[in-house]
Structure formats: C-alpha cells, structure tokens
C-alpha cells in the first residue's frame, strides 16, 4: 500500500492542529477571561471542558485496539521482548537525554517531552503499519500490550525520569519533583476511564455484531471524535498559553528539534534490530515503528493533569502530533525504500510469519 493511502484527514492532521493553534490564539487575545472560566469547574484540577476532549479523543482509540489478540503473545515472545525493551527501557531513557542535552535550561519544556518520550503508541501506529506493509497481526499484540502495560509502567517511569533519576545523576532539577500518585492519578483517569470503555465496546460490540460490522461500520463512525477531541483541546489550551507563545515564538521550534531526533534515532536502532534479529521486513517495520511513535493523546493528558492547562509541559506535549505525524509519514515511504534494499529476498510484504 502507498502511503498516499492514508486518509485526507490523517494526512492533514498537522494542518488541522496548526489552525486549530491559530484559532486558540485568536480566541485567548479575544476573550481575557477565558482562563477564569474555563477553571470554574474542574475534574481532580483539571477544567472539565478540557477534561471532557481529553476523555473523548482516548475512547476511539482504545474502543479500536484489538485486545483478543493477546492470545497470540505466547507465538511472538522474541517480538514481543524486542518490543519491550525498545519501548519501555530505550525509548523513554533517550527522551530523556535528548530533553536534558537540548533543553538544559528549560525545565518545563525538557519535563514535557519526558512526558512525551514515555507515552508508547498506541493508535497511529495500526496507520503507520498498515502503510508500511508491515505485519499488522503483529502490531495488534503490541498495540495490546502497550495499552495495558501503560497503566503501571507510565506511572512509575514518569516519578523514576522526573524526580528520582535526575537526583542521582546530580543534575539540577530547580527543586522540581514529582510523586508517583500525580502521575498514577492522572493515567488512571485519563487513560484508564476510556481504556475500559474502549474495552466494553469491543468485547460487547464484537459478540453481538460481529467483527465486519464492529470494524467496518461502528469504528469509522466514532474514528472522527478523535480528532475533535484532539483538536478541541488544542484549542483551549492555545487560547490559555497564547500570551506564553506569541512572547516566544521560538519555543516550538527549540521544543521540535529533540523531537525530531528522538524519531529518528528509535526508528534507526528499532530497524537495526529487527533487521539483525532476522525477523524479516513486516515484523522489522512492526518493531520499528512501533518503537517510533507515540500516544501523544496520553501525553498531553498527563501534561494538563499534572502541571495544568497554561504550563510548558502542555505547551511541549501539544507540539508532539505537529511533529510526529508528518515525521512518522516520511518513516513509512524509508520502510519501504530499506524493504527493496534489505529485504529483497525475505517474505512477501505484510504476511505473517509463522511463529
């Protein structure tokens, strides 16, 4: 499949989110006291309309991951072990380099995309390896995974990079610290709220209409509340950081470049790997683009829940889909160039191999 293949609105995502930057600037020089307004209700601190986006553009999401797949987990162990370490062990800790090598002086910058850095894909990526001619089968079973693992592992990752870590390498946090509950708090609101809807929705929707239906028709109906929600938020939370932004515009420019590395360097070590693991080209695109993405849904979540809506930790994780998508698309047109050059003589393109 080309990657002209992705939808209009999936290709033009970055556009949405720019006008969408556009209008939030508009309305925060517009409306002085939307701040007030928008805090006058709140959901465990955070404003409930900006709470009400983040909840809906997780559902569709989570309501689309394909949780009876992880009875195949037994078949993919080498993968799925491959898939862990890439994603939870060297994936976060180069965020966290990047953030502290590029960003040393801008600590709330530098702890959003440590945010960002530990949230793993767990939607775009089913797009990413379906474009790719990856193995999808096997993209399911990590997607699975990662949206459960996420609810333990995000919490204690984000308090080890955020408040122990540092500490021990002696590098000057400005007092700043982070407890495991704020982070736990958050995940479990945000992604575990829509985690178990998601879940209901499919185990119910999958038993009494079965999967072409679930799959064909009710997914792609609810698959746009995403990008409201996404775009709602961003919205909102440009109109509350518009006096920060327009103050210094640079600051998107300097938060996309370790970004950019970082997607970079995963998709290169993860392809490396795949590649000397002798997986063959779909299960090798599987781990490295897998490796590269992130759920930026969840890291803007946390960002907001944890530091608020008008911080530089939500500022950082909003910039993360403006730069991840167009990135991630150019990565799918490399995994296709690498598989006529690396894998020439391997398996057909998107089969599944046998465990």
């Known amino acids: 499949m080309d990657p002209a293949g992705l939808s209009s609105t999936d290709r033009l995502l970055p556009v949405w989110i720019g006008l969408a930057m556009g209008v939030g600037l508009g309305l925060g020089a517009l409306i002085p006291g939307l701040e007030s307004a928008l805090s006058s209700v709140e959901v465990d601190g955070t ?3 900006i709470a009400l986006g983040l909840l809906l553009m997780m559902y569709p999401v989570l309501a689309r991951v394909r949780y009876e797949e992880l009875g195949r987990l037994r078949g993919e162990r080498g993968l799925f072990v491959s898939s862990l370490v890439l994603n939870w062990v060297i994936g976060p800790a180069l965020m966290f380099a990047l953030a502290w090598l590029m960003l040393p002086h801008e600590p709330e910058y530098r702890t959003g995309l440590i945010v960002v850095g530990l949230a793993r894909c767990i939607a775009m990526v089913l797009i990413w390896s379906e474009l790719a001619c990856a193995d999808r089968e ?13 609810i333990v592992a995000y919490s204690l990752l984000g308090w080890f990079y955020l408040s122990v870590l540092p500490g021990w390498l ?3 946090t400005e007092g700043f610290s982070v407890s495991i509950w704020e982070v ?9 709220i829509p985690l178990a809807a998601g879940y209901l929705t499919r185990v119910v ?7 072409e239906w679930y799959e064909g028709t009710f997914l792609p109906r609810i698959a746009p509340i995403t990008l409201y929600g996404l775009l709602f938020t961003i919205v909102l939370l440009f109109a509350l950081q518009g006096h920060q932004i327009t103050g210094h515009p640079l600051d998107v420019v300097r938060i996309a470049l370790p970004l950019l590395a970082y997607f970079a360097l995963m998709f290169a070590i993860a392809f490396a790997w795949g590649r000397a693991s002798g997986y063959g080209y779909p299960r090798t695109a599987t781990l490295a683009l897998t490796a590269a993405s992130n759920n930026f849904e969840l890291a803007i979540a946390v960002a907001i829940g944890v530091f608020g809506a008008t911080s530089g930790e939500a500022l950082a994780g909003v910039v993360g889909p403006l730069i991840e998508v167009p990135v991630l698309v150019g990565l799918v047109y490399l995994s296709l160039w690498l598989r006529g050059r690396w894998f020439a003589s391997g398996p057909e393109p998107g089969a599944v191999e046998a465990a």
Not at 205 to 211: F, Q, S, T, V
């Open 205 to 211: 929707g999958l038993r009494r209409r079965g999967r």
């Open 138 to 150: 096997a993209t399911a079973v990590l997607v699975a995974i990662n949206s459960i693992f996420q």
């Open 170 to 172: 002696g590098l000057d």
């Open 184 to 192: 736990a708090r958050t995940v479990l609101i945000f992604l575990g």
């Open 47 to 49: 404003s409930l309309p």
